[in-house]
């Protein structure tokens, strides 16, 4: 039987509004940006799974639009990444990291400030052919006094990603 790890909405919500803070932060100081906006509450962007646009210039002079996705985390010490799979296990509906658009997704360690750049749709592609070696894991989020939706997900070990994954990195905000 899969086990549950009970997440409080206040708890995820907070999460996730942290590491956008400090991932938008760290992206505004750097000097090739030029923009950084944050269209979580675009319902044309969040159709597409991308959190933030991030404008820059490149060395060559020419501009770029960067698209990503923010998935903040609170448990570094397991060595791993929850890579969703199903939203809402009532709804059916697909994991965020399933069907993302973003060209990144920014993978956030929020206490130890550990971002890690995974490139999409390449990180996805690699998960898709390795699934099955990944243990399943569900959570549970209550959304009032009486109910809850359950997120299912694989547990994927960071250091594999690193080794077999072209184009990860991981920078210390």
């Given at each position: 039987?899969?086990?549950?790890?009970?997440?409080?909405?206040?708890?995820?919500?907070?999460?996730?509004?942290?590491?956008?803070?400090?991932?938008?932060?760290?992206?505004?100081?750097?000097?090739?940006?030029?923009?950084?906006?944050?269209?979580?509450?675009?319902?044309?962007?969040?159709?597409?799974?991308?959190?933030?646009?991030?404008?820059?210039?490149?060395?060559?002079g020419s501009f770029a639009a960067v698209t990503i996705e923010i998935k903040g985390?609170?448990?570094?010490?397991?060595?791993?990444?929850?890579?969703?799979?199903?939203?809402?296990?009532?709804?059916?509906?697909?994991?965020?990291?399933?069907?993302?658009?973003?060209?990144?997704?920014?993978?956030?360690?929020?206490?130890?400030?550990?971002?890690?750049?995974?490139?999409?749709?390449?990180?996805?592609?690699?998960?898709?052919?390795?699934?099955?070696?990944?243990?399943?894991?569900?959570?549970?989020?209550?959304?009032?006094?009486?109910?809850?939706?359950?997120?299912?997900?694989?547990?994927?070990?960071?250091?594999?990603?690193?080794?077999?994954?072209?184009?990860?990195?991981?920078?210390?905000?």
């Amino acid at each position: 039987m899969a086990t549950f790890r009970q997440y409080s909405m206040q708890a995820a919500t907070a999460v996730a509004i942290q590491a956008a803070q400090d991932i938008e932060a760290y992206l505004r100081k750097l000097p090739q940006t030029t923009d950084v906006i944050n269209v979580e509450n675009d319902l044309a962007y969040r159709t597409k799974d991308i959190d933030l646009l991030w404008f820059l210039k490149r060395a060559n002079g020419s501009f770029a639009a960067v698209t990503i996705e923010i998935k903040g985390d609170r448990y570094y010490h397991t060595g791993n990444y929850f890579l969703e799979t199903v939203s809402n296990e009532s709804k059916k509906s697909p994991g965020c990291f399933l069907y993302t658009e973003a060209d990144f997704v920014f993978y956030y360690f929020v206490k130890e400030k550990e971002l890690h750049i995974l490139p999409m749709p390449g990180t996805r592609e690699w998960f898709w052919l390795h699934l099955n070696q990944f243990r399943e894991k569900r959570t549970s989020t209550p959304v009032s006094s009486s109910a809850s939706y359950v997120t299912v997900g694989r547990l994927v070990p960071r250091e594999l990603v690193l080794k077999e994954v072209p184009g990860v990195r991981i920078i210390k905000l």
